[in-house]
């Protein structure tokens, strides 16, 4: 399989802008989660989904950000508008049904800069 | 407040020394206990997970569990310098899994 697979790797924008952050997860795997992490939080879950349904949704940070699940393969996570302490890395993750709670499958992260 | 700890590092080992990794935890009703190795400007990686107490060894890795102290680790045998990363322990409480900030981990040749 390939893996989780997110775009773009790295985003620079200016505060203000619009950035969208892309997923797909692993085929078959019901459970995706949006991360961000920064040396100074460290990871963060932002939302997780189950079945393409947020389940938990309380680590977003506010109004600004926002998630969606369109279907099993595909996820977004938009910031609007976007301000310098967004500045992350920012992962997705998948993790099956069935399998070990707890056992994550990371994307290769989005690395986000906003000036 | 479910709280996991770790000390942050580095933690400098030499090569073929064991490198012993440190993780506590809040709650005592925690089920299941993960160890990820995040190399730097990468993503993490599940190494070890441990559910019961007691030891369970995977190659040259070997995860450590004591619920009563409230206390996990992470033993690396005949460390490597590719072993250099850090380290994250993670605690499953009630299906949320709450992360310690890392451990680096220097092996120097």
């Known amino acids: 399989d390939a893996g989780v697979i997110q775009s773009p790797r790295h985003e620079v924008t200016e505060m203000g802008q619009e950035v969208t952050l892309r997923c797909k997860p692993i085929s078959g795997h019901d459970y995706l989660f949006w991360y961000r992490q920064t040396m100074m939080r460290g990871l963060e879950l932002l939302i997780y989904f189950n079945n393409n349904v947020p389940i938990d949704d309380s680590g977003m940070p506010e109004d600004r950000f926002s998630a969606k699940m369109p279907n099993a393969s595909f996820s977004t996570l938009k910031i609007q508008p976007s301000e310098p302490r967004d500045s992350a890395v920012y992962f997705c993750a998948s993790s099956p049904t069935g399998g070990v709670a707890g056992e994550l499958f990371f994307g290769e992260g989005s690395r986000l800069a906003v000036l | 407040q479910k709280e996991v700890e770790q000390n942050s590092g580095p933690l400098s080992v030499p090569e073929g020394a064991i490198a012993s990794l440190n993780c506590t935890y809040s709650?005592?009703?925690?089920?299941?206990f993960f160890w990820y190795r995040q190399y730097s400007g990468k993503s993490p990686e599940l190494i070890m997970f441990i559910y019961s107490n007691g030891d369970k060894e995977d190659g040259r890795f070997t995860a450590q569990l004591n619920k009563a102290s409230q206390y996990v680790s992470l033993l690396i045998r005949d460390s490597q310098p590719s072993d250099s990363a850090t380290y994250l322990c993670?605690?499953?409480?009630?299906?949320?899994?709450?992360w310690g900030a890392g451990t680096k981990l220097i092996i120097k040749p």
């Open positions: 993670a605690v499953n409480f009630d299906y949320q899994l709450i």
């Open positions: 709650d005592r009703g925690s089920q299941s």
